[in-house]
């Protein structure tokens, strides 16, 4: 017998459950558990265990109540593909894969989105609720369409995204598309992998990973006192001009924090003259502290208002630290 509190360990155990087991349908939360199954679900059945789960998130969302401590579990057989944004504007839900691994990268449980044909497909998914989690999910777009500027959205609050993946196929001759979209206040981003090393940009673009231009989920929302933890931010350079991260001037308000972080630029593509390529900060702060480095990049940054407080290592042979 599985217990709920082995299967996910990041989510926090006192908090997220009471007790109770996944095998056999009974999870017992503080709010309704929902199971979403691609495969064999169906929108018909009640979605409340696994032998009637739902076939698609939107039905299971629709179903959840907000600020009810919900938890909405997708399984990890198949993908869960999307034909419209998915727009998460309740909150305190939870979304969990069920992939009964922590993963970087890799997560059983996809949403996905193909190329679709309404303009209002901005994202595959949108958030702008608060207190929502989304837990080992891998999050996948090869949208082309012309509006759409990213796989992922957030613009909500105190959101949590613990071991999961953004990717994105589509579009990669732009300066303004990426993975993810950034304007979400006070953000947590732990053990997550944003960008490819495999699909490369076209030409010398920048095709962030993540996109922090603010007001592009929804009017008046910013990045502000985001941290990212542990979490790997990766690029297959078209150029120099390629980098993880863009934003201007005003784009992050009071702090954005790297700890723990590697930028890594495939060496089978160009070099990026920097990792996070931002404006003049004139509102907020990013630092970069613990052992957060960038790899294949030529500088991590050269903006002022990017701070390094990161310790100083020493190339020598000894110890096999390759200088930069």
Same mark, same amino acid.
């Given at each position: 017998?599985?217990?709920?509190?082995?299967?996910?360990?990041?989510?926090?155990?006192?908090?997220?459950?009471?007790?109770?087991?996944?095998?056999?349908?009974?999870?017992?939360?503080?709010?309704?558990?929902?199971?979403?199954?691609?495969?064999?679900?169906?929108?018909?059945?009640?979605?409340?265990?696994?032998?009637?789960?739902?076939?698609?998130?939107?039905?299971?969302?629709?179903?959840?109540?907000?600020?009810?401590?919900?938890?909405?579990?997708?399984?990890?057989?198949?993908?869960?593909?999307?034909?419209?944004?998915?727009?998460?504007?309740?909150?305190?839900?939870?979304?969990?894969?069920?992939?009964?691994?922590?993963?970087?990268?890799?997560?059983?449980?996809?949403?996905?989105?193909?190329?679709?044909?309404?303009?209002?497909?901005?994202?595959?998914?949108?958030?702008?609720?608060?207190?929502?989690?989304?837990?080992?999910?891998?999050?996948?777009?090869?949208?082309?369409?012309?509006?759409?500027?990213?796989?992922?959205?957030?613009?909500?609050?105190?959101?949590?995204?613990?071991?999961?993946?953004?990717?994105?196929?589509?579009?990669?001759?732009?300066?303004?598309?990426?993975?993810?979209?950034?304007?979400?206040?006070?953000?947590?981003?732990? =053990? @997550? &992998?944003?960008?490819?090393? /495999? +699909? $490369?940009?076209? *030409?010398?673009?920048?095709?962030?990973?993540?996109?922090?231009?603010?007001?592009?989920?929804?009017?008046?929302?910013?990045?502000?006192?985001?941290?990212?933890?542990?979490?790997?931010?990766?690029?297959?350079?078209?150029?120099?001009?390629?980098?993880?991260?863009?934003?201007?001037?005003?784009?992050?308000?009071?702090?954005?924090?790297?700890?723990?972080?590697?930028?890594?630029?495939?060496?089978?593509?160009?070099?990026?003259?920097?990792?996070?390529?931002?404006?003049?900060?004139?509102?907020?702060?990013?630092?970069?502290?613990?052992?957060?480095?960038?790899?294949?990049?030529?500088?991590?940054?050269?903006?002022?208002?990017?701070? =390094? @407080? &990161?310790?100083?290592?020493? /190339? +020598? $042979?000894?110890? *096999?630290?390759?200088?930069?």
């Amino acid at each position: 017998m599985l217990n709920l509190e082995d299967y996910i360990p990041q989510l926090g155990k006192s908090v997220f459950m009471q007790s109770s087991s996944i095998m056999g349908g009974g999870v017992s939360v503080f709010g309704d558990a929902w199971y979403v199954d691609a495969d064999n679900g169906s929108d018909d059945s009640n979605g409340q265990t696994p032998s009637t789960a739902f076939a698609t998130i939107s039905k299971a969302y629709e179903s959840a109540t907000t600020n009810n401590n919900d938890v909405i579990f997708l399984s990890n057989a198949g993908s869960h593909t999307l034909t419209e944004m998915l727009t998460i504007s309740k909150s305190r839900i939870a979304f969990v894969g069920a992939d009964f691994a922590t993963r970087t990268y890799g997560q059983g449980s996809r949403i996905n989105m193909g190329v679709t044909l309404a303009a209002t497909d901005v994202f595959a998914v949108k958030n702008t609720g608060v207190r929502n989690s989304f837990s080992g999910i891998k999050f996948s777009s090869s949208n082309t369409l012309t509006e759409n500027v990213g796989t992922f959205g957030e613009g909500g609050e105190y959101t949590v995204f613990d071991s999961c993946e953004f990717y994105n196929s589509g579009k990669q001759a732009s300066d303004t598309h990426a993975e993810l979209v950034l304007n979400g206040d006070s953000a947590q981003f732990n =053990n @997550c &992998t944003i960008g490819s090393l /495999a +699909t $490369a940009v076209t *030409g010398d673009k920048v095709r962030p990973a993540v996109l922090l231009t603010k007001a592009t989920v929804a009017a008046g929302k910013v990045s502000r006192d985001v941290l990212f933890n542990n979490c790997r931010f990766w690029k297959n350079a078209g150029g120099t001009t390629t980098a993880m991260i863009k934003g201007g001037a005003t784009d992050v308000e009071r702090v954005m924090e790297f700890k723990d972080c590697i930028f890594m630029a495939n060496s089978l593509g160009s070099a990026p003259a920097v990792a996070i390529d931002v404006a003049t900060l004139t509102v907020g702060q990013i630092i970069t502290t613990g052992s957060t480095c960038s790899i294949g990049c030529t500088k991590t940054s050269t903006a002022v208002g990017v701070f =390094n @407080c &990161t310790p100083t290592y020493v /190339a +020598t $042979a000894t110890i *096999g630290i390759q200088s930069t």
